[in-house]
């Protein structure tokens, strides 16, 4: 979508159809003044509608009338109670996106100072409305041959009100479209189908962002073997995909500053190997790669945004499947650590794979942080849903820190606690750790548990996007509009906000 900014009132901008915010009634039920423009453009249809407590203001609500003038529409945007926050904005900017879809409108102008009433400051508002039509418009359509039009380009009205405010709200806009960009381009890597989608391709996807300044390295078998990453080898073993390991990294701002590590579990595709899953619903596992993905937006972001923090995105990929050579339950796997994991459970594999990943970035580069995405266990669904990740780690500084990004993003997060329960379970009598427990209880924690095994002493956290990853057809009405049928790119806009924002751990 393309964004704009104009000084003018929005309905002095040329459009299909103007977007008005409408805070909820509440106790003063009278007609909000700030829409008497608009109002006597259509005869006084809003104030009747308003009177007829057709339109409320409510969240979601989505309202399109049209001009007695033939110039368009306005479309009334609830924005729910007062106080206002970020995610109301992005919530209704996403909400009109969506409804507005196949209605023939392409260009829509935002009057800002209805979205802001005077509650959320305007450069917050403006990328939070920004955010919400983008993410709202998104559709996967690249195997569609017929596709439902969407809003292609919107500009924010900024008026008497904001107008003063045009440099700095360019500028907030400007980080926004960079940011999207890596966000719509992330959700098109998890869409993309596993015939597609292989641990090469992956990694083909990573090296264009040479581009952009990033350096990349790709390890191949061959490779991976020579390092003694037995755990990605493992996993891949069968496939006729072979798997692969990469590095990306983004030098910073400065080369004196703190380096953080971001390691993302990219499976391309799980059937759960010898362990395998049931047929229903594994078309959905080509999402299990969404944590690498978001590696890969996050570095995008970060490069685009010039972020001052050194950052080293590693992902590792495989994909797992039943083959001749595949890895079997009861094989003890050694891993870069030299640390060794009986494998009781095929399709515990996410960790499996994550346990060299972990192990190298904290061997090779030292960072000050290293932060672990990905669709690690269905347990994080069933304990949070799908509009929450979990968070576990060994530093509670830096869980904390990527609680508030997820709260300033939207994109939320839930603490859980390790223990020394939880480290006992996953002890092993024939090897150094188990990668799946019986019975099978506190399933995020064992995971979480598992992986705190190849960290040693750097401030970790880890993130079970399982929930989040991706939309489903049944429960998308349970899910904020902004997310789409498919893959959401979780993580992305967290993360950048967290090396970008003042949450950061020092």
Known sequence: MKLLLDRREAIQVASDAVLLGLVEAGKDSSFPPALAAENKLV??????????????????????????????????????????????????GAEAAKRLRGKGIRTVSVALPTFTAGEVPAAVAVQAIAEGLTLGSYQYLQYKANNEPSVEEATLGLGRVHGSEEGSLKRALSESTKLLDAVLWTRDLANTPPNIATPAWLATQAESLTELGLKVAVFDEKKLLELGCGGILAVGSGSRHPPRMVVVEWPGGSRKGRTVAIVGKGITFDSGGISIKPALGMQEMKFDKAGACAVLGTLRAAAMLKAPTRVIGVLACAENLVGEGAYRPGDIVRTYSGKTIEVTNTDAEGRVVLSDALAYAVDKYHPDEIIDIATLTGAALVALGENMAAVVGNNERLENALVGSGLATGELLWRLPLTDTHREMVRSDVADVKNSVEPKVAGVLIGGTFLEQFVGETPWAHLDIAGPAYARLGTLKYCPPYHPLGATAFGVRLLTEYLLGETAVQ
Do not use: C, M, Q
């Not at 609500?61 to 206002?84: C, K, M, N, W, Y």
């Open 43 to 92: 005869g006084g249809a809003l104030e009747r509608a308003w009177a007829a407590k057709e339109v409320r203001g409510k969240r979601r609500e989505v309202t399109i009338v049209h001009r007695s003038d033939r110039a368009g529409r306005f479309v009334l945007v609830g924005l729910g109670p007062r106080p206002l926050t970020a995610d109301a904005l992005r919530v209704a």
